[in-house]
């Protein structure tokens, strides 16, 4: 039976992960394209008509919804303001949605508007739900724990992309990670045994990739690239040869635990086999708090200087940290500062920690009775908790903010980016062509940067890898680029914490003044209660206006939230003006 398939992929917010503002000074619309849906498309019987539409980079038209036989949607949990929004359009068209992804497969008993849930991994689900949907009669959840043979997983579609409008592609070599972290849940969807796929089918898809005529960063996007070494080290051989007989196409980057520090011999095959950035998860300079969150993996070596050594090899060091564990105490904050301006790392993505669904911590939390809300599933700059920590809260939020405040102060920035510059040598990862975009970049950034208020920090950086590092030059512009939206991020992210507590207290002056006017024995006069409020509404509504369109996207629910709080007061002060009307008429 043919079938029109629409993928849809919804918005992901401005995040410090999203590079907003860095991507239009390469061209770009998005940063990454949905790997996961290409996937899926590669799954699908051969006759089915397949659309994808990004949302990142294209609006969604009612015509895609309605053309389509059914709507297949997937996203992860900083996306569902996005797929909620997406899911009610869908549901207006009358076109029914299938869903899956880490969003559903974690909270699908919380989601409405969606038809089918195919969740787990697809490998297993999705030939059970197409099964059914061919014979006309499909259920409503698919889900299964079991874990799939990924050598067996075809390559993905993607000719199914707009190649040009993402800075990155993305390959996904393995699933899964070994280790134990209390508050992850990749090893609760994925498992703690890594499973890979066939050297040789990685570079068949590396090779579809390289004939669409992509050619640039390149991310493997597993969950612990060195999870399992011996099958690591027979892929990077093969993508060392692939590498070499197309000339270098692809820089990589990936993740990977800290452990790979002690192994150099692994670490120079990364290199040559194209990799210059590496993500880890840093979480805490505290020995203490690592223990006691099981991240055992990173107390068995000195963590700074093991970050030197995998810089001393060749490759970045991107980094995760966490503030908000039960074992912080208050000198936390000043200990992450210095960790991350000695360490040099510039991209230092620090966030409070979240209870994400179906995780060890959350299911402790439960039980503690300390959860009190859901996961916003942005644990880089959403300034708010969905537990309730050890820490008074108020005092672990003005401690974040302080560190990103701090760290993403220009002067900090470069600092770690020379400090970058000089630990990595001369003869860095391979593929490090310079085209059209990286020129784009050059000009875009030294109009842009050089006379801002941080210009000489920013030239200081550009003439040190002159001097010192030139081959380095490409990789100073990239992350002076990336410092301007880190900047600017910061100062959105302050900014809009500023603002949602000035709406409060609006708010809270509103109660203030219905009080004072009204608690003494005065008559209630509806219209004076009409007239304060609307004073306090327009005020909200002033400083709503004059915010940029992505803080007013990221304060919208509390936008509403105030306003709707102003119309719950004024009802209940008129209801109360009623009441002693009432009163007054019965004593007459």
Same mark, same amino acid.
């Given at each position: 039976?043919?079938?029109?398939?629409?993928?849809?992929?919804?918005?992901?917010?401005?995040?410090?992960?999203?590079?907003?503002?860095?991507?239009?000074?390469?061209?770009?619309? #998005?940063?990454?394209? !949905?790997?996961?849906?290409?996937?899926?498309?590669?799954?699908?019987?051969?006759?089915?008509?397949?659309?994808?539409?990004?949302?990142?980079?294209?609006?969604?038209?009612?015509?895609?919804?309605?053309?389509?036989?059914?709507? %297949?949607?997937?996203?992860?949990?900083?996306?569902?303001?996005?797929?909620?929004?997406?899911?009610?359009?869908?549901?207006?068209?009358?076109?029914?949605?299938? #869903?899956?992804?880490?969003?559903?497969?974690?909270?699908?008993?919380?989601?409405?508007?969606?038809? +089918?849930?195919?969740?787990?991994?697809?490998?297993?689900?999705?030939?059970?739900?197409?099964?059914?949907?061919?014979?006309?009669?499909?259920?409503?959840?698919?889900?299964?724990?079991?874990?799939?043979?990924?050598?067996?997983?075809?390559?993905?579609? +993607?000719?199914? /992309?707009?190649?040009?409008?993402? #800075?990155?592609?993305?390959?996904?070599?393995?699933?899964?990670?070994?280790?134990?972290?209390?508050?992850?849940?990749?090893?609760?969807?994925?498992?703690?045994?890594?499973?890979?796929?066939?050297?040789?089918?990685?570079?068949?898809?590396?090779?579809? /990739?390289?004939?669409?005529?992509?050619?640039?960063?390149?991310?493997?996007?597993?969950?612990?690239?060195?999870?399992?070494?011996?099958?690591?080290?027979?892929?990077?051989?093969?993508?060392?040869?692939?590498?070499?007989?197309?000339?270098?196409?692809?820089?990589?980057?990936?993740?990977?635990?800290?452990?790979?520090?002690?192994?150099? !011999?692994?670490?120079? $095959?990364?290199?040559?086999?194209?990799?210059?950035?590496?993500?880890?998860?840093?979480?805490?300079?505290?020995?203490?708090?690592?223990?006691?969150?099981?991240?055992?993996?990173?107390?068995?070596?000195?963590?700074?200087?093991?970050?030197?050594?995998?810089?001393?090899?060749?490759?970045?060091?991107?980094?995760?940290?966490?503030?908000?564990?039960?074992?912080?105490?208050?000198?936390? %904050?000043?200990?992450q500062i210095e960790f991350i301006q000695k360490a040099g790392i510039p991209i230092a993505m620090i966030g409070t920690l979240v209870a994400l669904p179906n995780t060890q911590l959350y299911r402790r939390l439960e039980r503690e009775g300390r959860i009190i809300g859901d996961a916003s599933g942005n644990n880089t700059h959403a300034v708010e908790l969905?537990?309730?920590?050890?820490?008074?809260?108020?005092?672990?939020?003005a401690g974040y903010k302080r560190i990103i405040s701090t760290i993403y102060k220009p002067k900090y920035y470069f600092a770690r980016c020379r400090s970058l510059l000089k630990r990595l040598p001369s003869n860095g990862a391979r593929g490090e062509h310079i085209d059209i975009n990286h020129l784009r970049a050059l000009c875009l950034s030294l109009v $842009?940067?050089?006379?801002?208020?941080?210009? %000489? &920090?920013?030239?200081?950086?550009?003439?040190?890898?002159?001097? &010192?590092?030139?081959?380095?030059?490409?990789? #100073?512009?990239?992350?002076?680029?990336?410092?301007?939206?880190?900047?600017?991020?910061?100062?959105?992210?302050?900014?809009?914490?500023?603002?949602?507590?000035?709406?409060?207290?609006?708010?809270?002056?509103? $109660?203030?003044?219905?009080?004072?006017?009204?608690? &003494?024995?005065?008559?209630?006069?509806?219209?004076?209660?009409?007239?304060?409020?609307?004073?306090? $509404?327009?005020?909200?509504?002033?400083l709503y206006k004059h915010l940029n369109p992505e803080l007013k996207e990221h304060l919208k629910d509390a936008y509403r939230d105030c306003k709707l709080k102003c119309e719950t007061i004024v009802h209940l002060w008129i209801q109360r003006a009623v009441s002693d009307d009432e009163v007054m008429m019965d004593t007459v």
């Amino acid at each position: 039976m043919n079938k029109k398939i629409l993928l849809l992929y919804p918005k992901i917010p401005p995040t410090y992960w999203s590079y907003k503002y860095a991507l239009p000074f390469l061209g770009y619309r #998005a940063t990454m394209p !949905p790997l996961g849906l290409i996937t899926i498309a590669a799954m699908l019987p051969d006759n089915y008509e397949v659309q994808l539409v990004d949302m990142n980079i294209q609006e969604l038209r009612r015509e895609d919804i309605t053309g389509a036989d059914l709507v %297949f949607i997937s996203a992860m949990i900083v996306q569902k303001e996005s797929f909620r929004q997406a899911v009610k359009l869908c549901n207006e068209c009358g076109t029914p949605v299938a #869903a899956g992804g880490p969003y559903p497969t974690t909270s699908h008993q919380n989601i409405q508007g969606v038809d +089918y849930f195919i969740l787990n991994e697809g490998e297993i689900t999705l030939p059970r739900f197409i099964h059914d949907l061919e014979r006309g009669n499909p259920k409503k959840i698919y889900m299964d724990a079991a874990k799939p043979d990924i050598t067996k997983t075809p390559a993905p579609r +993607y000719e199914l /992309l707009e190649i040009n409008a993402y #800075a990155t592609m993305a390959v996904q070599s393995s699933r899964g990670c070994p280790f134990n972290c209390e508050f992850c849940d990749i090893i609760e969807m994925f498992g703690r045994v890594p499973r890979y796929k066939l050297p040789e089918q990685l570079t068949g898809e590396m090779e579809r /990739l390289y004939e669409t005529g992509f050619r640039g960063s390149l991310f493997v996007v597993d969950d612990n690239f060195i999870g399992n070494k011996k099958k690591v080290r027979r892929i990077l051989d093969q993508i060392i040869a692939w590498q070499a007989s197309r000339d270098y196409p692809f820089t990589l980057f990936t993740e990977a635990s800290i452990n790979l520090a002690q192994d150099g !011999p692994l670490m120079d $095959k990364m290199v040559e086999a194209g990799f210059d950035m590496v993500f880890v998860g840093i979480e805490t300079p505290n020995h203490k708090t690592l223990a006691l969150t099981q991240k055992q993996q990173n107390t068995k070596a000195d963590i700074l200087e093991s970050v030197k050594k995998i810089q001393d090899k060749g490759l970045e060091v991107s980094g995760g940290f966490i503030v908000g564990f039960d074992g912080d105490a208050e000198d936390i %904050f000043d200990l992450q500062i210095e960790f991350i301006q000695k360490a040099g790392i510039p991209i230092a993505m620090i966030g409070t920690l979240v209870a994400l669904p179906n995780t060890q911590l959350y299911r402790r939390l439960e039980r503690e009775g300390r959860i009190i809300g859901d996961a916003s599933g942005n644990n880089t700059h959403a300034v708010e908790l969905n537990f309730v920590p050890r820490m008074p809260r108020d005092i672990l939020l003005a401690g974040y903010k302080r560190i990103i405040s701090t760290i993403y102060k220009p002067k900090y920035y470069f600092a770690r980016c020379r400090s970058l510059l000089k630990r990595l040598p001369s003869n860095g990862a391979r593929g490090e062509h310079i085209d059209i975009n990286h020129l784009r970049a050059l000009c875009l950034s030294l109009v $842009k940067q050089t006379f801002s208020s941080y210009g %000489f &920090h920013y030239l200081r950086l550009l003439l040190s890898a002159i001097l &010192h590092k030139p081959g380095k030059f490409p990789l #100073a512009v990239n992350l002076a680029v990336k410092g301007y939206h880190f900047f600017k991020m910061t100062n959105d992210i302050l900014r809009a914490d500023e603002v949602s507590s000035r709406m409060e207290s609006m708010i809270e002056r509103l $109660k203030e003044q219905f009080a004072n006017s009204f608690d &003494h024995g005065a008559d209630i006069d509806p219209v004076i209660i009409r007239r304060l409020a609307d004073r306090a $509404k327009n005020n909200i509504n002033r400083l709503y206006k004059h915010l940029n369109p992505e803080l007013k996207e990221h304060l919208k629910d509390a936008y509403r939230d105030c306003k709707l709080k102003c119309e719950t007061i004024v009802h209940l002060w008129i209801q109360r003006a009623v009441s002693d009307d009432e009163v007054m008429m019965d004593t007459v």
